[in-house]
Protein backbone atom coordinates (compact mmCIF):
# COMPACT_ATOMS: atom_id res chain seq x y z
CA UNK A 1 0.00 0.00 0.00
CA UNK A 2 2.97 2.47 0.75
CA UNK A 3 4.64 1.78 -2.88
CA UNK A 4 1.39 2.44 -4.16
CA UNK A 5 1.39 5.77 -2.67
CA UNK A 6 4.69 6.71 -3.44
CA UNK A 7 4.47 5.26 -6.92
CA UNK A 8 1.28 7.77 -6.97
CA UNK A 9 3.15 10.69 -5.92
CA UNK A 10 6.05 10.25 -8.20
CA UNK A 11 3.74 10.09 -11.15
CA UNK A 12 1.96 13.51 -9.67
CA UNK A 13 4.95 15.02 -9.55
CA UNK A 14 6.50 14.07 -12.80
CA UNK A 15 3.15 15.27 -14.60
CA UNK A 16 3.83 18.54 -15.04
CA UNK A 17 7.24 18.21 -16.60
CA UNK A 18 5.39 15.28 -18.89
CA UNK A 19 2.75 18.21 -19.82
CA UNK A 20 5.93 21.55 -20.75
CA UNK A 21 7.45 18.46 -23.19
CA UNK A 22 4.46 17.64 -24.90
CA UNK A 23 3.27 21.31 -25.29
CA UNK A 24 6.63 22.38 -26.26
CA UNK A 25 6.38 19.67 -29.05
CA UNK A 26 2.56 20.76 -30.04
CA UNK A 27 4.13 24.55 -30.29
CA UNK A 28 6.80 23.26 -32.18
CA UNK A 29 4.53 21.67 -34.71
CA UNK A 30 2.33 24.36 -34.73
CA UNK A 31 5.06 26.47 -35.61
CA UNK A 32 6.60 24.40 -38.49
CA UNK A 33 2.76 23.91 -39.98
CA UNK A 34 2.72 27.75 -40.36
CA UNK A 35 5.88 28.77 -41.65
CA UNK A 36 4.85 25.59 -44.04
CA UNK A 37 1.93 27.90 -45.01
CA UNK A 38 3.41 30.90 -45.12
CA UNK A 39 6.37 28.78 -47.56
CA UNK A 40 3.41 27.52 -49.46
CA UNK A 41 1.54 30.88 -49.93
CA UNK A 42 4.71 32.31 -51.33
CA UNK A 43 5.35 29.45 -53.75
CA UNK A 44 2.30 29.68 -55.01
CA UNK A 45 2.32 33.48 -55.31
CA UNK A 46 5.57 33.11 -57.18
CA UNK A 47 4.19 30.19 -59.72
CA UNK A 48 1.19 32.44 -60.36
CA UNK A 49 1.76 32.40 -63.95
CA UNK A 50 2.46 35.86 -66.03
CA UNK A 51 0.31 37.11 -68.69
CA UNK A 52 2.73 36.78 -71.98
CA UNK A 53 -0.03 37.30 -74.36
CA UNK A 54 -1.11 39.63 -76.93
CA UNK A 55 -4.14 40.10 -78.99
CA UNK A 56 -4.20 40.49 -82.65
CA UNK A 57 -6.66 40.92 -85.42
CA UNK A 58 -6.83 37.65 -88.13
CA UNK A 59 -9.45 37.47 -90.68
CA UNK A 60 -11.58 40.63 -88.92
CA UNK A 61 -11.41 38.53 -85.95
CA UNK A 62 -9.45 39.15 -82.49
CA UNK A 63 -7.07 36.15 -81.49
CA UNK A 64 -5.46 36.11 -78.11
CA UNK A 65 -1.72 34.64 -78.65
CA UNK A 66 1.51 34.27 -76.89
CA UNK A 67 3.76 37.49 -77.80
CA UNK A 68 6.22 35.05 -79.89
CA UNK A 69 3.51 33.84 -81.75
CA UNK A 70 1.33 36.82 -82.39
CA UNK A 71 4.54 38.55 -83.59
CA UNK A 72 5.10 35.57 -86.44
CA UNK A 73 1.80 35.82 -87.43
CA UNK A 74 2.22 39.62 -87.72
CA UNK A 75 5.43 39.73 -89.76
CA UNK A 76 3.45 36.44 -91.81
CA UNK A 77 0.65 39.27 -92.88
CA UNK A 78 3.24 41.82 -93.56
CA UNK A 79 5.14 38.98 -95.87
CA UNK A 80 1.95 38.16 -97.29
CA UNK A 81 1.05 42.14 -97.94
CA UNK A 82 4.09 43.00 -99.52
CA UNK A 83 3.62 39.98 -102.04
CA UNK A 84 0.24 40.15 -102.89
CA UNK A 85 1.25 43.88 -103.63
CA UNK A 86 3.59 43.10 -105.47
CA UNK A 87 2.43 40.78 -107.69
CA UNK A 88 -0.78 43.09 -108.25
CA UNK A 89 1.52 45.65 -109.40
CA UNK A 90 3.31 42.96 -111.85
CA UNK A 91 0.08 42.12 -113.11
CA UNK A 92 -0.93 45.15 -113.57
CA UNK A 93 2.13 46.44 -115.21
CA UNK A 94 1.88 43.36 -117.42
CA UNK A 95 -2.02 43.81 -118.24
CA UNK A 96 -0.55 48.01 -119.17
CA UNK A 97 2.09 46.43 -121.48
CA UNK A 98 -0.49 44.18 -123.35
CA UNK A 99 -3.19 46.73 -123.73
CA UNK A 100 -0.24 49.15 -125.57
CA UNK A 101 0.48 46.25 -127.39
CA UNK A 102 -2.90 45.65 -128.52
CA UNK A 103 -3.33 49.10 -129.55
CA UNK A 104 -0.52 49.38 -131.87
CA UNK A 105 -0.45 45.86 -133.36
CA UNK A 106 0.58 46.51 -136.33
CA UNK A 107 3.94 48.14 -135.69
CA UNK A 108 4.80 45.38 -133.41
CA UNK A 109 3.79 42.92 -136.31
CA UNK A 110 5.97 44.77 -138.75
CA UNK A 111 9.24 44.74 -135.93
CA UNK A 112 8.73 40.87 -135.60
CA UNK A 113 9.02 40.78 -139.53
CA UNK A 114 11.73 42.87 -139.75
CA UNK A 115 13.58 41.14 -137.19
CA UNK A 116 12.90 38.04 -138.53
CA UNK A 117 14.40 38.99 -141.76
CA UNK A 118 17.75 40.36 -140.38
CA UNK A 119 18.16 36.83 -138.38
CA UNK A 120 18.37 35.06 -141.87
CA UNK A 121 21.56 37.49 -142.85
CA UNK A 122 23.16 36.26 -139.79
CA UNK A 123 23.42 33.05 -141.65
CA UNK A 124 25.42 34.34 -144.38
CA UNK A 125 29.30 33.85 -144.87
CA UNK A 126 29.75 37.58 -145.90
CA UNK A 127 34.10 37.00 -146.34
CA UNK A 128 33.07 34.54 -148.55
CA UNK A 129 30.21 35.74 -150.32
CA UNK A 130 32.42 38.76 -150.91
CA UNK A 131 35.31 36.81 -152.43
CA UNK A 132 32.68 34.86 -154.71
CA UNK A 133 30.32 37.76 -155.79
CA UNK A 134 31.62 41.17 -154.33
CA UNK A 135 28.47 42.78 -156.23
CA UNK A 136 25.89 40.60 -154.45
CA UNK A 137 27.39 40.67 -151.15
CA UNK A 138 27.00 44.52 -151.60
CA UNK A 139 23.47 44.60 -152.61
CA UNK A 140 22.79 41.74 -149.38
CA UNK A 141 24.61 44.24 -147.22
CA UNK A 142 22.54 47.92 -148.36
CA UNK A 143 19.32 45.29 -147.91
CA UNK A 144 20.05 44.61 -144.24
CA UNK A 145 21.55 48.15 -143.38
CA UNK A 146 17.48 49.35 -144.73
CA UNK A 147 15.95 46.64 -142.96
CA UNK A 148 17.76 47.39 -139.67
CA UNK A 149 17.12 51.17 -140.52
CA UNK A 150 13.84 50.73 -140.73
CA UNK A 151 13.75 48.31 -137.90
CA UNK A 152 14.94 50.80 -135.45
CA UNK A 153 13.19 53.46 -136.33
CA UNK A 154 9.74 51.85 -136.18
CA UNK A 155 11.18 50.99 -132.57
CA UNK A 156 11.83 54.43 -131.81
CA UNK A 157 8.56 55.08 -132.90
CA UNK A 158 6.73 52.52 -130.68
CA UNK A 159 9.08 53.87 -127.60
CA UNK A 160 8.17 57.42 -127.59
CA UNK A 161 4.16 56.76 -127.89
CA UNK A 162 4.99 54.27 -124.93
CA UNK A 163 6.94 56.76 -122.99
CA UNK A 164 3.86 59.52 -124.21
CA UNK A 165 1.60 57.02 -122.58
CA UNK A 166 2.93 56.70 -119.58
CA UNK A 167 3.53 61.00 -119.35
CA UNK A 168 -0.39 60.78 -119.80
CA UNK A 169 -0.65 58.62 -116.85
CA UNK A 170 1.33 60.69 -114.58
CA UNK A 171 -0.84 63.41 -115.85
CA UNK A 172 -3.51 62.08 -114.97
CA UNK A 173 -2.83 60.60 -111.90
CA UNK A 174 -1.49 63.89 -110.63
CA UNK A 175 -5.26 65.28 -111.83
CA UNK A 176 -7.32 63.06 -110.05
CA UNK A 177 -4.93 63.42 -106.80
CA UNK A 178 -5.05 67.23 -106.75
CA UNK A 179 -8.78 66.84 -107.07
CA UNK A 180 -9.21 64.42 -104.84
CA UNK A 181 -6.93 66.60 -102.21
CA UNK A 182 -9.38 69.94 -102.83
CA UNK A 183 -12.40 67.30 -102.14
CA UNK A 184 -10.16 65.97 -98.83
CA UNK A 185 -9.06 69.47 -97.16
CA UNK A 186 -13.35 70.52 -98.31
CA UNK A 187 -15.00 67.13 -95.98
CA UNK A 188 -12.85 66.01 -93.51
CA UNK A 189 -11.71 68.45 -90.71
CA UNK A 190 -8.35 69.39 -89.68
CA UNK A 191 -6.63 67.41 -92.65
CA UNK A 192 -3.19 67.69 -93.23
CA UNK A 193 -0.16 65.37 -94.15
CA UNK A 194 0.23 64.77 -90.63
CA UNK A 195 -3.53 63.81 -90.56
CA UNK A 196 -2.82 61.96 -93.81
CA UNK A 197 -0.25 59.63 -92.17
CA UNK A 198 -2.02 58.75 -88.89
CA UNK A 199 -5.09 57.78 -91.38
CA UNK A 200 -2.06 55.63 -93.25
CA UNK A 201 -1.07 53.97 -90.05
CA UNK A 202 -4.21 53.15 -88.83
CA UNK A 203 -5.15 51.56 -92.49
CA UNK A 204 -1.94 49.89 -92.24
CA UNK A 205 -2.43 48.07 -88.02
CA UNK A 206 -6.03 47.95 -88.80
CA UNK A 207 -6.60 46.52 -91.93
CA UNK A 208 -3.17 45.90 -93.70
CA UNK A 209 -3.69 48.53 -95.93
CA UNK A 210 0.19 49.13 -97.95
CA UNK A 211 1.83 52.76 -98.06
CA UNK A 212 1.14 52.19 -101.37
CA UNK A 213 -2.61 50.68 -101.69
CA UNK A 214 -3.01 53.70 -99.62
CA UNK A 215 -1.79 56.44 -101.82
CA UNK A 216 -3.91 54.37 -104.85
CA UNK A 217 -6.70 54.69 -102.67
CA UNK A 218 -6.34 58.55 -102.12
CA UNK A 219 -7.39 58.90 -105.43
CA UNK A 220 -10.74 58.13 -105.12
CA UNK A 221 -11.79 60.43 -101.91
CA UNK A 222 -14.67 58.25 -101.17
CA UNK A 223 -12.61 55.54 -99.88
CA UNK A 224 -10.24 58.03 -97.91
CA UNK A 225 -13.63 59.55 -95.96
CA UNK A 226 -15.18 55.93 -95.48
CA UNK A 227 -11.05 55.34 -93.92
CA UNK A 228 -11.32 58.23 -92.27
CA UNK A 229 -14.89 57.53 -90.53
CA UNK A 230 -13.56 53.98 -89.35
CA UNK A 231 -10.62 55.77 -87.72
CA UNK A 232 -12.88 58.30 -85.74
CA UNK A 233 -15.19 55.55 -85.06
CA UNK A 234 -12.27 53.36 -83.10
CA UNK A 235 -11.11 56.05 -81.22
CA UNK A 236 -14.98 56.74 -80.14
CA UNK A 237 -15.13 53.66 -78.77
CA UNK A 238 -11.75 53.32 -77.53
CA UNK A 239 -12.64 56.53 -75.10
CA UNK A 240 -16.04 54.94 -74.50
CA UNK A 241 -13.43 51.75 -73.17
CA UNK A 242 -11.47 53.49 -71.12
CA UNK A 243 -13.68 55.86 -69.68
CA UNK A 244 -14.54 54.88 -65.88
CA UNK A 245 -17.68 54.39 -64.67
CA UNK A 246 -19.48 56.78 -62.57
CA UNK A 247 -20.90 55.73 -59.23
CA UNK A 248 -23.69 57.46 -57.87
CA UNK A 249 -22.58 59.22 -54.82
CA UNK A 250 -24.67 58.06 -51.96
CA UNK A 251 -26.32 60.60 -50.11
CA UNK A 252 -25.90 60.97 -46.18
CA UNK A 253 -29.04 59.74 -44.46
CA UNK A 254 -31.17 62.65 -42.53
CA UNK A 255 -31.14 62.78 -39.09
CA UNK A 256 -34.35 63.60 -37.34
CA UNK A 257 -33.68 64.52 -33.82
CA UNK A 258 -36.25 63.45 -31.73
CA UNK A 259 -37.16 66.52 -30.50
CA UNK A 260 -38.24 68.47 -33.60
CA UNK A 261 -39.56 64.77 -34.94
CA UNK A 262 -43.63 65.24 -35.48
CA UNK A 263 -45.46 62.52 -34.43
CA UNK A 264 -48.14 61.13 -37.01
CA UNK A 265 -50.48 60.39 -34.56
CA UNK A 266 -53.21 62.48 -34.30
CA UNK A 267 -54.01 63.59 -30.76
CA UNK A 268 -57.29 62.50 -30.39
CA UNK A 269 -55.46 58.90 -30.96
CA UNK A 270 -52.82 59.39 -28.17
CA UNK A 271 -52.25 57.93 -24.99
CA UNK A 272 -52.47 60.53 -21.77
CA UNK A 273 -48.65 60.11 -21.79
CA UNK A 274 -48.22 60.69 -25.17
CA UNK A 275 -50.38 63.62 -25.33
CA UNK A 276 -48.40 65.38 -22.61
CA UNK A 277 -45.01 64.56 -24.30
CA UNK A 278 -46.51 66.02 -27.27
CA UNK A 279 -48.12 69.23 -25.23
CA UNK A 280 -44.21 69.36 -23.83
CA UNK A 281 -42.46 69.43 -27.47
CA UNK A 282 -44.42 72.93 -27.98
CA UNK A 283 -47.08 71.52 -30.07
CA UNK A 284 -50.69 72.44 -29.90
Known amino acids: ??????????????????????????????????????????????????????????????????????????????????KTQAVADQRKQFE??????????????????????????EKVDWNALSQEDPIKAQQLFFHKSSLESQRN???????????????EEQQSHAKLLEESESVLKRDIKDWSPDYENKLMQFGHDSYGISKDDFKRSKLNPMTMKLLNDAYLGKQIIQKQIAKPKIVPKAEP????????????????????????????????
Do not use: C
Not at 154 to 165: C, D, E, G, R, T
Not at 275 to 283: A, F, I, N
Open 153 to 167: QLAQSISQKNQQVAL
Open 1 to 82: MEGLTETTSQLDSETPESNEVGQEYVDDVEATEIDGDEQLSDDNQADEPIDDSEEIEFNQKQYKLPKDIAVAVKDMQKDYTV
Open 253 to 284: ATTISGRAAKSTKAPSEMSQAEYSKWRQQGYK
Open 96 to 121: AQVQFQQQHIQEFAKVVALNDQLAEF
